[in-house]
């Protein structure tokens, strides 16, 4: 037998032991598989783990409780789950060129989450503890402890506005760090659409943020972070960099120099199933500095680590160092800028004119469309996006006047530049074959829309076509 037709019987032998006691549940994962299969799919955020990943996710390691740190468990029996958290950072560590590494956060908010109460543990309650003369907060008086409370709440973050690209953890109202900070956001300069770093010093100078974020879920562009610290220097802030998106760029050594966050930012946190082809999940790297804030982060926000998704982490990490995944990475760039030249070549507009990172932000209004339109007649046509808010989005956040497009996924496919070209006609064909629909009331409608059969059987028959010649998992026969 081929290894590939034993890890097929294998999974055959699982799915059948899930099928006797939820048939629904393995019929719903089985046709998930089907569907990744078979969608053509430019979500920015998304990407295809590998076998080793995903197998990894699948064991006993899931029921170990493990609260504390690597040697210091508030468990017994935790030498397997040391053993596996600490393969992770020291990956990550080495990686990233790291001081510190922290893996046991679940996703990218709780990362976060963890990453802003470190940093204010570290800036406003360490100072406070030392100024009343105590060791811990359990020490404190009531009146100390409510004075201390109280500046927890005076504190400021100065983010990414989510319109310009930034991420709703970056101080969005509707999200807990909009309500336990004071904030304000920077966006980005209305001509070029570019980050306009001498605004966001003047800002900074006048607001005197403790935290600085920088980072993006919907920017199409590279970030220098030595300009970010210097604006942090200036006015003493913390700089916290958020590179869930392109965190395999970085690890692929696309993002170096002044584009690299690590050797700039005194936190950064990640999503580690984004670019970087991880499992679902989170982490936190820092200075020395930060490392004994971070490492509380149980029981600061956190409880038990997810052990499984720690070695899943583990071996992604150990992936994410080997040349292909330098080649992965690259190609990823590539390929954003292979999709952003067809697209442009094409008469489409997008944000800032192009990309240098992994995603496309395109602005559908000249095809007469909204975001929510486009995005719709675009699933119909087999091509799976999401929309997005364009900077200023004269339709809102709900229905937005944005597409966005990003290439992790398709790259782990093996798509080249030229089937990008390929996917940038099929798009630009779909969108010119798509007309906004009138509501029933006869008034222009923002979601409904029409899209002419011929063109959605073209398209659909182009990404078979693509879909066929870059199989996903082969082998893999459920
Ligand atoms: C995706 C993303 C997150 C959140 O990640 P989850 O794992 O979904 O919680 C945080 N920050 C940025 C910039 C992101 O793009």
Same mark, same amino acid.
């Given at each position: 037998m081929s290894d590939l037709e034993s890890i097929s019987s294998a999974y055959q032998t699982l799915f059948s032991m899930i099928e006797a006691v939820e048939p629904r549940v393995a019929a719903a994962t089985r046709q998930e598989l089907?569907?990744?299969?078979?969608?053509?799919?430019?979500?920015?955020?998304?990407?295809?783990?590998?076998?080793p990943v995903l197998a990894t996710m699948g064991t006993w390691m899931s029921d170990k409780y493990a609260e504390g740190t690597v040697g210091h468990r508030f468990y017994a029996g935790c030498q397997n789950v040391d053993t596996v958290e600490s393969v992770a950072a020291e990956h990550a560590r080495e990686l990233f060129g790291a001081e510190y590494a922290y893996v046991q956060p679940h996703s990218g908010i709780d990362a976060n989450l963890t990453a802003y109460w470190a940093i204010l543990a570290h800036k406003i309650e360490s100072p406070a503890l030392a100024e009343f003369g105590v060791k811990? !907060?359990?020490?404190?008086?009531?009146?100390?402890?409510?004075?201390?409370?109280?500046?927890?709440?005076e504190q400021r973050l100065l983010g990414m506005s989510l319109d310009a690209g930034g991420h709703l953890t970056h101080g969005f109202r509707p999200n807990v760090s909009g309500k336990m900070f004071h904030q304000r956001s920077y966006g980005t300069n209305p001509e070029t659409q570019l980050l306009d770093y001498d605004a966001l010093a003047a800002q900074a100078r006048e607001f005197?943020?403790?935290?600085?974020?920088?980072?993006?879920?919907?920017?199409?562009?590279?970030v220098n972070f030595a300009k970010m610290r210097e604006i942090a220097d200036e006015v003493g802030a913390v700089l916290m960099v958020d590179m869930a998106h392109f965190a395999g760029l970085v690890a692929g050594k696309v993002f170096t120099g002044d584009e690299d966050p690590v050797p700039h930012a005194d936190v950064v946190t990640t999503t580690t199933h984004k670019s970087l082809r991880g499992p679902r999940g989170?982490?936190?790297?820092? =200075?020395?500095?930060?490392?004994?804030? !971070?490492?509380?982060?149980?029981?600061?926000?956190?409880?038990?680590?997810?052990?499984? !998704?720690?070695?899943?982490?583990?071996?992604?990490?150990?992936?994410?160092?080997?040349s292909a995944f330098q080649t992965y990475a690259q190609n990823v760039a590539d390929n954003a800028k292979a999709l952003a030249e067809g697209l442009l070549n094409r008469d489409a507009t997008l944000v800032t004119g192009g990309t240098d990172n992994h995603l496309v932000l395109l602005d559908v209004r000249?095809?007469?469309?909204?975001?929510?339109?486009?995005?719709?007649?675009?699933?119909?046509?087999?091509?799976?996006?999401?929309?997005?808010a364009v900077p200023n989005d004269p339709n809102g956040a709900w229905y937005t006047t944005g597409v966005?497009?990003?290439?992790?996924?398709?790259?782990?496919?093996?798509?080249?530049?030229?089937?990008?070209?390929?996917?940038?006609?099929?798009?630009?064909?779909?969108?010119?074959? =798509?007309?906004?629909?009138?509501?029933?009331?006869?008034?222009p409608g923002k979601a409904k829309y029409d899209l002419t059969d011929d063109a959605r059987d073209a398209s659909?028959?182009?990404?078979?076509?693509?879909?066929?010649?870059?199989?996903?998992?082969?082998?893999?026969?459920?």
């Open positions: 089907t569907d990744q299969r078979n969608s053509l799919k430019l979500i920015a955020s998304e990407n295809y783990a590998s076998l811990g !907060v359990a020490d404190l008086s009531e009146a100390d402890w409510e004075n201390l409370r109280r500046r927890f709440g005197k943020p403790l935290v600085i974020v920088a980072g993006y879920s919907a920017y199409p562009r590279r989170g982490m936190i790297l820092a =200075t020395g500095e930060y490392a004994p804030s !971070v490492d509380r982060g149980c029981p600061l926000v956190l409880g038990g680590p997810l052990a499984n !998704v720690m070695a899943a982490k583990a071996v992604a990490l150990a992936e994410a160092r080997t000249n095809f007469g469309l909204t975001g929510r339109q486009a995005e719709s007649a675009l699933l119909d046509a087999g091509i799976v996006t999401n929309r997005n966005r497009l990003g290439t992790p996924a398709l790259t782990s496919r093996g798509f080249t530049t030229s089937d990008m070209d390929a996917v940038a006609d099929m798009i630009v064909s779909v969108l010119k074959a =798509t007309t906004p629909a009138t509501t029933a009331a006869g008034k659909q028959a182009e990404a078979q076509r693509l879909l066929d010649l870059h199989p996903l998992y082969p082998g893999l026969e459920l």
